[in-house]
Nanobody, 115 residues
C-alpha cells in the first residue's frame, strides 16, 4: 500500500505564491510518476503537473511559466511551487502517484486565491 500526505495549501492573494508538498510512504517502486491534479467546484479534475522518477515533466498549459514541479526521490516527496497565482487557480489540489499500473491519491489540500 501507498499513502500520500499533502501539505502547504491555504489562502493567498492574487499574484502571491504557495508551495505544496506531498510525501509518499509505503511500498514505493523506484520507477514511478508523481504529480498534482486539481479540482474546482463544478469542474472535473485536471492534471496540473507531473514528474517521473527519471525527471521528465508535464505541465498543464494554464500553469506553464508559473508553476514548477520538483521531487526528492530519496524522500519520496514531490513539491509544487506555485507563483503568480490567479483566482482561477483556486481548487482542491490532490497529490497523485502511479507505479506498476496502479494509482494512488492523497486526500487533497485547498488552495484559495482571493483578495
Amino acid at each position: 500500500q501507498v499513502q500520500l500526505v499533502e501539505s502547504g495549501g491555504g489562502l493567498v492573494q492574487p499574484g502571491g505564491s504557495l508551495r505544496l508538498s506531498c510525501a509518499a510512504s509505503g511500498s514505493i517502486h523506484s520507477i514511478n510518476v508523481m504529480g498534482w491534479y486539481r479540482q474546482a467546484p463544478g469542474k472535473r479534475r485536471e492534471l496540473v503537473a507531473d514528474m517521473a522518477s527519471g525527471g521528465n515533466t508535464n505541465y498543464a498549459d494554464s500553469v506553464k511559466g508559473r508553476f514548477a514541479i520538483s521531487r526528492d526521490n530519496a524522500k519520496n516527496t514531490v513539491y509544487l511551487q506555485m507563483d503568480s497565482l490567479k483566482p482561477d487557480d483556486t481548487a482542491g489540489y490532490y497529490c497523485w502517484l502511479t507505479q506498476i499500473r496502479l494509482e494512488y491519491w492523497g486526500q487533497g489540500t485547498q488552495v484559495t486565491v482571493s483578495s
